[in-house]
């Protein structure tokens, strides 16, 4: 079943568009994470989703339901955690969760039996009493999070869940999610942090300039990107004829030095296994000393950079 | 489960009175203005006392009148300087702090978000007036001053910081930024205070004559005055009129006086500010909505027209059940000799116009030969004669 379809999704300010044309199909029950630099869109996207704003042109469908139109219904399905977000002044933990219980009209019993389900949840039982002011960053975007759950939603909308979080809060935060996945929920979670995503999310979404230039699972979308290889080298003398091999060799496109002594590099080769073998063997032959000759990882930020045009400043 | 409404209270309201009224700060603001009311009446009524001692009047009632007029414009000037700030801020702030998206992912209507904003820091400014009451009853202990005037005059305050918080909450929505919101609402309700003051004033001193009283009826404080007025003689609070300079005169003046007016200002004052809270509400309740928010649905113009309607209905018909008491008065109004407008006097002036009321004899009583004689004639309510003989005594 998919939960979230968006069909040509568009919307501009004041005449520039911040996503155009977007077509997502989100699966139920998985871990979808948008990625991009940012302006890229992905909060206006997630907003769109959550029925905060409206699409310029496009539609939206949540859980096979057009959210024009079941908008009302749709709100009792989304738990949606801002990018920003404010805190209450003078309110405490629980009734923080307390408030927002209240405003999705859950009985009284159910609500205090909700609130501490949650805390529990998101490991914020000991500063029940606590001020909401007074909680760490990563306790509040925890608290946040426990806010979007009181309904019992089975979508997810998260605008950067883990951005300003120290690494053991993004730790904690990835098992959190994973742990709502396993609930059987549907998470779209944005963030421009790579790697927070690779080790998390079933699925991605590439995301730029408002338009989803890749999608897929990280390995799909490194696969589908990288069709020239790049092979690492490492040489121990003779490297003025190594270069002239390398430089003569057709499916050679680019040579970068990483390192002079010894001598290390990073070939561009657009060949195919044997072509790769010949290349060794050439140098061999040549009396090229090789230490080192293997494919490089296509790393995650590089399959980034490129689909994004190397503009990460966005 | 998850459909069924239970009767809940508005969770805004619950919210708000939580974090409004935690930490003593609510109680302490409270005490303070209590304390500076109560230091304000004694040095009214030392003040008072002190003057009488001169002129020779007739002290009880007198203090008591002063004491009472002076409380309620302080509690006037209190409303008109808090309310802005606790209600301007209200739609802003959650803008501002980024909340009000997570309020709007909710099924929480909009509307409910206004309703509950406006109760709530409703609830804060009514508390300080009805905290106020016990000590403004300290008057009945002067006498001059009947239970019926009491209540108009905390009804008249009421209606005002309704009509105040609701601008405020209207800006508030109409800007989405607190700085602005609560400076545009500052800046009318003082145009609301002494523009139509200033603007009486230049007329009359244009026109080298009385101005036209109609003028002032949008200014809270001609609305309170004249709430007060009947009871209250203007001449008995020649020491506060220093605070509102000449026109407290034309203000608070008695029905019959130096215009064609029957009525009393605040009869003209109360439907503007009510029509007024009630326009600004339903436009607030549209300014609120995320998207959509003139696309306003068939069945939406229909309940606004109804509640305009009833409203204008409800004036209409509170008008035309009133008017037997108040448009009578014209037949008996002394168009022959019409009451030369008053000097304005430092010391307290000899007693020669009577209270005021605006329960002047109907029709078929006789005439009374001059105006001192009226209290003699007729009394309808025991009210006041109690009244009357207060003030004579």
């Known amino acids: ?314 | 489960m998850k459909h069924s409404a239970s009767l809940n209270v508005n969770p805004i309201i619950i919210k708000e009175l939580r974090s409004r009224m935690r930490g003593g700060r609510a109680f302490v603001t409270l005490t303070i203005i209590l304390l500076f009311l109560s230091i304000f009446s004694y040095a009214v009524a030392r003040l008072t006392q002190a003057a009488a001692q001169y002129s020779g009047t007739p002290v009880s009632p007198q203090i008591g009148q002063t004491v009472f007029a002076g409380l309620a414009f302080l509690i006037l000037f209190i409303i008109c300087a808090i309310t802005p700030a606790v209600t301007a801020n209200a739609i802003s702030d959650e803008k501002e702090k980024l909340t009000y998206d997570m309020l709007l992912t909710t099924p929480l209507d909009p509307v409910t978000v206004l309703w509950g904003k406006l109760v709530a820091s409703m609830s804060y400014i009514f508390l300080l007036i009805f905290a106020a009451l016990p000590m403004t009853s300290l008057v009945f202990t002067y006498g001059g001053v009947t239970f019926r005037d009491m209540l108009k005059a905390v009804g008249m305050l009421l209606v005002i910081a309704v009509m105040i918080g609701m601008i405020g909450l209207f800006m508030s929505a109409l800007f989405g930024k607190s700085g602005r919101a609560v400076a545009s609402t500052y800046i009318i309700v003082l145009l609301l205070i002494i523009g139509p003051l200033f603007l009486a004033a230049g007329i009359g001193i244009f026109r080298q004559g009385e101005p036209p009283r109609m003028l002032l009826f949008p200014s809270p404080v001609s609305a309170l005055a004249s709430a007060m007025s009947p009871s209250v003689n203007p001449q008995n609070l020649s020491s506060l009129s220093w605070m509102f300079g000449g026109t407290y005169w034309i203000m608070a003046s008695p029905p019959i006086s130096y215009d064609s007016i029957p009525r009393p200002l605040y009869h003209y004052s109360l439907p503007l500010y009510l029509g007024l809270s009630l326009v600004l509400y339903l436009l607030a309740s549209r300014l609120v909505l995320p998207m959509h928010r003139w696309q306003i649905r068939w069945s939406e113009w229909v309940l606004a027209f109804v509640l305009i309607l009833g409203f204008v209905g409800f004036i209409a018909s509170a008008y035309v059940l009133t008017s037997p008491r108040y448009e009578n008065i014209i037949i008996v109004s002394p168009s022959a000799n019409p009451t030369p407008a008053p000097l304005i006097e430092p010391v307290v002036p000899e007693l020669d116009t009577p209270p005021g009321d605006n329960k002047i004899p109907p029709t078929d009583t006789p005439i009374p030969a001059s105006w001192n004689s009226l209290g003699y004639h007729v009394c309808p309510s025991l009210d006041e004669r109690w009244n009357r003989t207060l003030w004579k005594s």
Request: hydrophobic share 40%; charged share 25%.
């Open chain 1, 1 to 314: 079943m998919i939960a979230i379809t968006t069909r040509n999704l568009t919307r501009s300010f004041n005449g520039v568009s911040a996503v155009n044309d977007l077509s997502l199909k989100i699966q139920a029950g998985t871990l979808y994470g948008l990625i991009g630099p940012n302006g890229a869109g992905k909060t206006t996207t997630l907003r769109m989703l959550a029925g905060l704003i409206e699409p310029t042109s496009g539609e939206i469908r949540i859980n096979e339901l057009r959210n024009r139109d079941y908008w009302r219904e749709l709100q009792w399905q989304i738990g949606y955690m801002p990018d920003f977000y404010g805190v209450y002044e003078d309110m405490l933990v629980w009734e923080y969760l307390d408030f927002f219980a209240r405003c999705y009209r859950l009985a009284p019993e159910r609500r205090k039996q909700v609130t501490e389900e949650l805390l529990d949840l998101v490991d914020l039982a000991e500063k029940r009493e606590a001020y909401v002011h007074t909680l760490s960053r990563g306790m509040r975007q925890r608290l946040c999070l426990a806010h979007a759950l009181v309904h019992d939603p089975n979508i997810l909308l998260l605008d950067e869940p883990a951005s300003g979080l120290d690494p053991r809060a993004r730790v904690e935060m990835r098992e959190l999610l994973r742990e709502l996945r396993d609930m059987g929920k549907t998470i779209l979670l944005s963030s421009h942090i790579l790697s927070e995503l690779a080790e998390l999310c079933d699925t991605v979404g590439i995301i730029d300039h408002g338009q989803l230039v890749a999608s897929g699972s990280i390995e799909e979308i490194q696969k589908r990107i990288s069709q020239t290889r790049r092979l690492v080298l490492r040489l121990l003398d003779n490297k003025f004829i190594a270069q002239e091999i390398l430089q003569s060799n057709q499916h050679v496109s680019s040579i970068s030095v990483l390192a002079e002594e010894p001598f290390t590099a990073e070939v561009r080769f657009s060949g195919g296994e044997a072509d790769a073998a010949n290349l060794l063997e050439n140098l061999v032959g040549s009396g090229v000393r090789v230490a080192l000759f293997g494919e490089a990882n296509a790393n995650l930020e590089d399959v980034f950079l490129h689909l994004t045009g190397g503009d990460e400043s966005g």
